[in-house]
């Protein structure tokens, strides 16, 4: 058995009105995770687009150390070929932002 590959299943669920983020996550939670009792649950923004291993490692924090109550990956912007994207000055605004708040903010946050 390779340990290397994570055990995914993946569920697609459609709501009929959009009630904003924290009512679909009390919806799924509540709806599905009595039924099905998951180990692990990753929640992915629209729009987001992990890169090839970003999932792999999210479950490997939770199959290292079960005492991981929860862990979030880096955000990047897409800076496009060449990083031409950075020209833009709000993708280079938004770029900075990222940067700083996983050097300052998610250290702090992991304190609590």
């Known amino acids: 058995k390779n340990n290397n590959i994570p055990p995914v299943q993946v569920m697609f669920?459609?709501?009929?009105?959009?009630?904003?983020?924290?009512?679909?996550?009390c919806w799924s939670f509540n709806a599905f995770a009595?039924?099905?009792?998951?180990?692990i649950c990753?929640?992915?923004?629209?729009?987001?687009k992990p890169s090839h291993t970003s999932i792999y490692h999210l479950w490997k924090a939770f199959?290292?150390?079960p005492h991981v109550g929860g862990a979030c990956g880096e955000?990047?912007?897409d800076l496009g070929?060449?990083?031409r994207n950075l020209l833009n000055p709000l993708v280079a605004s938004q770029n900075f932002e990222y940067?700083?708040?996983?050097?300052?903010?998610?250290?702090?946050?992991?304190?609590?």
């Open 99 to 112: 940067k700083m708040s996983n050097i300052l903010d998610k250290p702090f946050e992991s304190v609590f």
């Open 42 to 48: 990753i929640l992915l923004d629209v729009g987001t």
């Open 75 to 77: 955000i990047r912007v």
């Open 13 to 25: 669920c459609l709501k009929e009105k959009n009630a904003k983020k924290l009512n679909s996550h």
């Open 63 to 65: 199959d290292c150390d």
């Open 34 to 39: 009595p039924l099905l009792k998951p180990k």
């Open 81 to 83: 070929r060449r990083w």
